[in-house]
């Protein structure tokens, strides 16, 4: 059972003001009479009057008590939950987004969407058939059309959550081929509102039905944690709730405590902490927010401070100190900065080449910009205005924490991207920045950074990380990634596979061809990763970190707007059976006695 109006319970304060009212004293006036004889029966009512006696059995205060019981409960709204009905072939969407690991309803949301999916397999059989699909990054068939509802109930008890978010247009892809040729079907999606939704909205091929899950919105989260290049720890910490909250930030070093800051954050704003007390030895550094809340999966967060070797650079540019600065802020970078007519080639781990294409074959990975008409690795045309940025994909790890709002660029080079290309950041004329999406690992930004304004963005140094990042491959080592998405992991020379160890148990084992990419990403922390016959010299680290506030904000949300299919609509199920109509006719029989009890005295 739970209560749509919690906060009705003060209503329960008319109980001890129908008590104290039994307590008052009245004040009769004073009067001289001949014979208290006929007066008996007043000075008994005066002494049940006096004040804070004990109190006596009565039946009428029995009853106001409980029409004002009735009556606070019926405003709680309390009801209880229930599935909705099922027709001839009903499509069931289970989502399986990290806020559905909320726990505001018990044991969580996740649990709770599965026991309402249970429920519906029950009313399967004979000319009613019921198919399961998980949305997680991608929507994943957990069972097909079927009336067996035992083959229901079994596929249900191993479905997990896979936290990661939830892609309903192609879990409506899934529901319309699987009601292809079933008329009279429909699609019954189990969520609570944080869905990926496509645009335009999709076309149903049966009316769609809503069944929302969840109860509360409160959350406070640690968005960022990451170290400068001075050594001084930065946090920041969102509250994407209404209320206040005050917590206490615990910092663990190795899995010791080390120090425990106190931080106050009012709703829907951040706090930002600087720590300075990071000692050279240290592994790993974890993050940890007490008390914690009902969604549990940003109240931890993890740093990888272990050395790490050094990452061979060289910058080719005439004087760009942006680009340089950008390079330079990853502590695991080693830079060497030459100028164009100085070049010689030589090994390095990465190549950025600023306004300058080297001749004979470019050596890679490597990162162009701005190269000379006619050259680079896509050959560029001349300059022209690009016109505006078009909006970028939040959900490309190479634009994580990249805004590139009120960012203009002058001109650019047009390019035609090659088969094997992708474009990260385009404007209306062409695109922008393009990557490689296999081997060779290459990049091109077809503009002079100098004729934009994006190095005076936040966005621009974070750019240029998650650029390298993606080029140097093999630097998972002390990185952190946003949970749910896949990384990509590359083996040393030599290494028969790769063992990564992560939390509560979670272990895999990646074999050739390398790279290597590791898709069960859902659970953020710490993961270990060992170069399997190379020795345990090689066992590198990198965190998964919930990507807030994209995937904390846990109030539940609206239904998804759709293109209804062919079929009659069907009316929404109600997700609770309420009960307030049953306690308010019970508070007016319970008046109706009370009424006819008074008369009879």
Sequence with gaps: MQLLAPFAALALLAVPAILALYFLKVRRPQMPVSSLLFWRQQIEDRQANTPWQR?????????????????????????F?????????????????????ATDVKP???SVAVDAAKGMAKQAGGAREMAVVLLGDHARLLVPPTSDRGKLQRALDQARAPAQTANLGEGISVANSLLAGRPGGEVVLVSDGHFNMPSPAPKVAAPLRYFSIGAAGENVGI???????????????????????DVQLELRA??????????????????????????????????????GDSFSLDDSAWLVTE????????????GNGFLQRALQLRADLEVTVVKPQDYVPGSYDLSVFDGFVPPGDLPHPALVIAPPEGQGPLPADKLSDPGELLPADPRDPLLRYVSLKDVHVQSSARVTPLPGWRTVIAAANGPLVLVTRDEPRLAQITFDIHLSDLPLRAAFPVLVQNLVTHLLGGSFANQTFPAGQPVRLVAEEGAQALEVKGPDGFRTTLKPPFPATLEDTGRPGVYTVSQVGLGDDLT???????????????????GPAVEAGPGRPGQAPPSTSELWPWLAALALAIVAVEWLVFLRR
């Design 540 to 558: 590198r680290r990198f965190v998964l970190h919930l990507d807030v506030p994209e995937q904390s904000r846990i109030a539940p949300g609206a």
């Design 307 to 318: 050395a790490t070797r050094p990452r061979r650079v060289l910058l080719v540019t005439g």
């Design 108 to 110: 969580d949301r996740f």
């Design 223 to 245: 968005e960022s944690f990451t170290r400068q290049a001075d050594g001084i720890v930065s946090l920041r910490l969102a509250n994407l709730g209404r209320e206040r909250r």
């Design 254 to 291: 190795d899995g010791e405590l080390v120090d425990v800051l106190p931080v106050g954050i009012d709703g829907n704003e951040s706090a930002e902490i600087d720590w300075p007390g990071l000692q050279k030895d240290t592994t790993v550094l974890e993050a940890r927010m007490t008390p």
């Design 81 to 101: 939950a229930k599935p909705p009905s099922v027709a001839s072939t009903t499509i069931v969407l289970l989502d399986g987004s990290p806020s559905m690991l």
């Design 55 to 79: 109190l006596r059995t009565s039946l009428l205060l029995l009853l106001q008590l409980l029409v004002a019981l009735a009556l606070a409960f019926a405003l709680m709204r309390p009801g």
